[in-house]
């Protein structure tokens, strides 16, 4: 399960959980990449929960950085834009 809960508009808290086990993050995201990425059609929170579905089909929860900004995601899997972007 992956629940994600506004901090402000441009931070989020993203608890991952899976069993009895769950891991907690903040992720940072601007105006600019939210809406580069969604032309603004979902919201920051399904962004994000979009997000960490693609690097859970990944990574495990545990290997998923603790704090972190949207965008540094790119520069581990070169598909994450033109795969966000698709759906």
Do not use: C, P, W
């Not at 989020?12 to 603004?40: N, R």
């Not at 790119?74 to 033109?82: A, I, S």
């Amino acid at each position: 399960m992956i629940e994600v809960k506004e901090v402000n508009s441009n931070t989020f808290v993203v608890e991952v959980a899976e069993g009895d086990s769950k891991t907690e993050h903040i992720v940072a995201l601007d105006d600019e990449y939210y809406g580069f990425l969604t032309q603004h059609k979902i919201s920051k929170e399904e962004l994000i929960k979009k997000a960490f579905e693609f690097l859970l089909d990944r990574e495990s929860k545990e290997s998923i950085l603790s704090r972190f900004d949207l965008r540094v995601i790119q520069h581990y899997f070169l598909e994450f834009e033109d795969e966000i972007k698709a759906k």
